[in-house]
């Protein structure tokens, strides 16, 4: 700990005009200001005929985001004037560097890690808090497609976000239930202004798993008729490490298509999204030759291949949402209605290939109304109901979770002041939820036995939160927030009972469980100067029956296996605590010399438990990553933004693990070394080309990250070790190409 709390001393600088132009362009573009019509470049901001975001610096830095305008409890504010901790990564940050996926391209943000299944599907933990306890909202809506699986992913196409805010903490008071650890809000490009149309491509190549992805995008709005359309898509073959060679089973393959189409009006407006987003990842089981070690491959597949390996999932996941706003006097009415189409289906037989054996089929409904009042001397007010409805069917030849209904809403009230240097805000919000779970039966050696039973379950919370953020020099700043969360225990908690493929393991629910509550204090101190600034952030946690899932044993102690020899989890719940914090630092001891560092530490406890089941599962390492960036002085004509860094990734040891029954392990320390460089090529003042490079694991260290699930596959009994290594070396290379559209002003 006092390593961590030494990074605290380090910090910041950056140059007023290109905070300014930074400012200028980010503030446009969330109000999609209609400006004179030029032929313009699609990252261009206008005055006249001046480009203002020359030399603008690719990563973000400490100043340059507390001017970000993110939504608070009461509608649009500063982030620096937040009470509650948010992180924000730009379009730049997530246009320059690699990634498999969307969650992949954030997991470097302090407080924020990934529970990951090979290289293609990832989802979010934040501050040690994963699966049903983060919200993802996406095209206004949260993103619902069977999220209480280990392995199933997150389906937003990467392409397609401009932007993401990260907020840290219970979030339920705006998104309800689920909301426990936070919320990740992903943004689409902002509306093209009036009379301007704009087209851009981007492609990429990755040489550790060959994976090929490009993107292509029209957007426009004339006449006040707005229309944004992008088709992308990507493939990869197996990556390989040092230790496993090629890990067969890791390829995938994935598509997708959004379309906008709306019109904007005086004093409001009218948008509808469509989209579909394909995936085809393949599953990793782990199976090996005895004598060699390597992954064993089915006859009839190559571990380079880009077709589907044997076993896989398909999945389709629709979405159509209807964004709908109107001014009434100074405050402003928002309607949302959301519907979401997921199809999953597990494909594992080598002897009847098209017969899928899970098949999940869910259809969600999503709804919310939302108003924001005008600034009334300083004090703002909002309120609303939202919430969902659910249904899932069962169509495939195998079982994990019964079929089952599910319909909930949520009240809420919230109200924010501002007095001097002081912003208070706060509310208070009351959720309930109704499941319905249906009764299945079927044969088993000539008897009929009931895999599930049906049940009904409903669960209500009322939530709030408190806070304040205060000015108490120019540039030190203090926040403190309090907040109460809900989650209500998902269906797969609930009744669980089979094997689940994608885990390698037999899964059995509780329905004794009822729904989590928490307490969540955070205090946050900031400062900033003209070469330092430094940003610290720290919690503390108190969770009712947190809910998990252990390696059952029997009797004697001894762990149990199903018939299918699949190790047996079951979902149980305890009380816990959770404690830790962030720190984020930035040095500028020269305008073009950048040392960048944070770190995240999380220690969770479950209260009046032995030795061995006293840690939280799934609970990250703590991690320090320190990067130093340089930004080379261009006359701005040909080349710009032209900047090299060298990144260190510290992940340090993780003994805090749940040890009972053998649920999981230490995981040892590693650090990863990281190059990354990137410039825009200009021609007349536009960008016509960006192209960034890098050079990920530099080492190729052999490593295992706690929060992968591929650790705990079967022992390589060449080698004794146990499980499947994360990706080895790995060098890229994008390319964004923004085409110059002639518009009229209109």
């Not at 393949?282 to 291949?305: A, F, H």
């Not at 080598?350 to 924001?372: A, R, S, V």
């Not at 705990?712 to 190409?737: E, H, K, P, W």
Request: with cysteine; aromatic share 10%; proline share 3%.
């Amino acid at each position: 700990m006092k390593t961590i709390l030494g990074m605290i001393l380090l910090a910041n600088l950056c140059m007023p005009a290109s905070v300014r132009a930074w400012n200028a362009h980010h503030k446009a573009s969330l109000r999609g200001t209609e400006t004179t019509g030029e032929c313009v470049g699609a990252d261009s901001i206008r005055q006249g005929k001046k480009d203002t975001v020359r030399h603008q610096p690719i990563t973000e830095t400490t100043v340059k985001l507390n001017e970000i305008v993110v939504n608070g409890l009461t509608g649009s504010q500063k982030l620096r004037q937040s009470p509650a901790p948010i992180s924000f990564v730009g379009e730049r940050q997530l246009e320059s560097q690699a990634s498999t996926n969307i969650i992949d391209a954030i997991s470097k943000q302090p407080g924020v890690s990934q529970i990951t299944t090979g290289s293609s599907i990832s989802k979010p933990v934040i501050r040690g808090l994963g699966y049903n306890r983060v919200v993802v909202v996406n095209d206004g809506i949260r993103q619902e497609g069977q999220q209480w699986g280990d392995e199933h992913g997150i389906e937003i196409d990467p392409a397609a976000v401009h932007s993401a805010e990260i907020i840290k903490g219970p979030a339920s008071l705006m998104y309800g239930s689920d909301a426990m650890a936070g919320v990740i809000v992903f943004r689409r490009n902002p509306v093209v202004p009036q009379g301007e149309m704009r087209a851009s491509l981007s492609t990429g190549y990755q040489t550790n798993n060959g994976m090929t992805d490009y993107s292509v995008n029209f957007a426009g709005n004339r006449h006040h008729t707005v229309w944004d359309t992008r088709y992308s898509g990507g493939f990869a073959h197996a990556y390989k490490n040092r230790y496993d060679g090629y890990v067969y089973g890791s390829a995938f393959r994935q598509q997708a298509f959004s379309q906008l189409i709306g019109r904007n009006y005086r004093r409001g407006y009218s948008h509808l999204t469509l989209s579909l987003f394909h995936l085809t990842p393949g599953i990793i089981e782990g199976e090996r030759d005895e004598v060699t070690g390597l992954l064993l491959v089915p006859d009839g597949y190559q571990r380079k291949g880009y077709g589907r390996p044997m076993p896989y999932q398909e999945i389709y996941h629709y979405k159509a949402v209807a964004d709908n706003s109107w001014h009434m006097g100074d405050g402003k009415v928002n309607l949302l209605l959301g519907y979401q189409r997921n199809s999953r289906q597990e494909y594992e037989e080598e002897e009847n290939p098209k017969e899928c054996g899970l098949d999940f089929l869910l259809h969600t409904i999503n709804y919310n109304l939302h108003y924001l009042s005008g600034d009334m001397s300083g004090w703002k007010f909002s309120s609303g109901i939202n919430g969902m409805w659910q249904e899932s069917a069962n169509r495939g030849t195998e079982f994990l979770i019964p079929a089952y209904r599910l319909f909930d809403y949520g009240l809420f009230a919230t109200v924010s002041k501002e007095i001097g240097h002081l912003n208070m805000s706060g509310g208070i919000r009351y959720d309930h939820r109704h499941l319905c779970s249906k009764a299945l039966t079927e044969e088993e050696e000539g008897n009929m036995i009931t895999r599930f039973e049906a049940f009904k379950r409903n669960f209500s919370g009322v939530t709030g939160s408190l806070g304040m953020a205060y000015e108490i020099l120019p540039d030190l700043s203090i926040k403190a927030n309090i907040a109460r969360g809900f989650r209500a225990p998902n269906i797969s908690e609930l009744s669980s009972n089979g094997v689940h493929e994608g885990t390698q393991r037999y899964e059995l629910g509780n329905k004794g469980l009822k729904a989590e509550n928490s307490w969540q204090f955070d205090l946050g101190l900031s400062y900033t100067s003209s070469i330092v600034s430094a940003e610290l952030t720290l919690f503390a946690n108190r969770i009712n029956r947190y809910i998990y899932s252990a390696r059952k044993a029997d009797e004697d102690g001894q762990p149990v296996v199903s018939s299918e020899q699949m190790p047996v989890y079951q979902f149980t719940a305890g009380n816990a605590r959770l404690w830790g914090g962030e720190a984020r630092v930035d040095v500028h001891p020269t305008h073009h010399l950048h040392f960048g560092n944070s770190m995240s530490y999380v220690n969770a406890r479950q209260l009046h438990q032995s030795r061995d089941s006293r840690n939280l599962p799934f609970i990250p390492a703590p991690r320090w990553i320190s990067d130093v960036r340089y930004e080379f002085i261009c006359n701005g004509r040909t080349f710009d933004h032209l900047f090299l860094k060298l990144q260190i990734d510290c992940n340090m040891r993780q003994d805090h693990f749940l040890a009972a029954n053998g649920t999981e392990t230490a995981t040892p320390a590693y650090t990863l070394l990281n190059l990354q460089a990137g410039t825009d090529i200009r021609c007349k003042g536009r960008r016509i080309l960006s192209i960034y490079l890098s050079g990920d694991n530099l080492t190729n260290r052999a490593y295992q990250n706690h929060l992968s699930r591929l650790k705990y596959l079967d022992v390589n009994q060449a080698t004794g070790r146990m499980g499947v290594y994360n990706m080895g070396r790995n060098f890229s290379i994008r390319l964004v190409v923004p085409l110059r559209l002639c518009a009229q002003k209109l």
